[in-house]
T-cell receptor, first 108, second 117 residues
Framework: GQQLNQSPQSMFIQEGEDVSMNCTSS?????WLWYKQDPGEGPVLLIA?????ELTSNGRLTAQFGITRKDSFLNISASIPSDVGIYFC????????FGAGTRLTVKP | GAVVSQHPSWVICKSGTSVKIECRSL??????MFWYRQFPKQSLMLMAT?????????EQGVEKDKFLINHASLTLSTLTVTSAHPEDSSFYIC?????????????FGNGTRLTVT
């Protein structure tokens, strides 16, 4: 099935730094979502975006639904060690398609 | 929040046997559930969409006779891997849509790690 283009593939940052990752698609989605997956577990929903241009925050996380409805970004401010994991973007219409994931490593 | 329970969390089986994985929505009704497969360090690949009371819709390349899906109630979908082979070893994850509208968020189970020996 169609996949989304998510970048970067991996990030190695120092604790306290800000993080930014994004997703693009050749198709329009009506909903963009961001999930975090820890090893051996299922993805956990972080933020859901429903309108083009929407900017939503969840604690230190901020995500935006692109105006064209073909892209979204996720920012994490002041990273901490527990932010480590894989972050997936997802575009949702009748079903859901995932990006390849961004593997985040935070050095204390 | 919405909880999706998946069972078992891990299973080891011998080649040629069948394995059933359950996905339950614990505090909401889910007319639609999805089954994904994930290989190490890769993203989730949609296998099939499970609809309560009707046949599942399979993605291209997924064998429906090998991966049997049953969605007999609004809170339970099952995936049966029939005649499992080592190449079927993977992490299988289900998700359920909370809410009736098509863009309601999906909530995921914790996955089932299948190892076929």
């Amino acid at each position: 099935g169609q996949q989304l283009n998510q970048s970067p593939q991996s990030m190695f940052i120092q604790e306290g730094e800000d993080v930014s990752m994004n997703c693009t698609s050749s198709s329009i989605f009506n909903t963009w979502l961001w999930y975090k997956q820890d090893p051996g577990e299922g993805p956990v929903l972080l933020i859901a975006l429903y309108k083009a241009g929407e900017l939503t925050s969840n604690g230190r996380l901020t995500a935006q639904f692109g105006i064209t409805r073909k892209d979204s970004f996720l920012n994490i401010s002041a990273s901490i060690p527990s932010d480590v994991g894989i972050y997936f973007c997802a575009g949702q219409d009748n079903d859901m398609r995932f990006g390849a994931g961004t593997r985040l490593t935070v050095k204390p | 929040g919405a909880v999706v329970s998946q069972h078992p969390s891990w299973v080891i089986c011998k080649s040629g046997t069948s394995v059933k994985i359950e996905c339950r929505s614990l505090d909401f009704q889910a007319t639609t559930m999805f089954w994904y497969r994930q290989f190490p360090k890769q993203s989730l690949m949609l296998m099939a969409t499970s609809n309560e009371g009707s046949k599942a819709t399979y993605e291209q390349g997924v064998e429906k006779d090998k991966f049997l899906i049953n969605h007999a109630s609004l809170t339970l979908s099952t995936l049966t891997v029939t005649s499992a082979h080592p190449e079927d070893s993977s992490f299988y994850i289900c998700s359920a849509r909370q809410g009736l509208i098509y863009n309601s968020p999906l909530h995921f189970g914790n996955g089932t790690r299948l190892t076929v020996t």
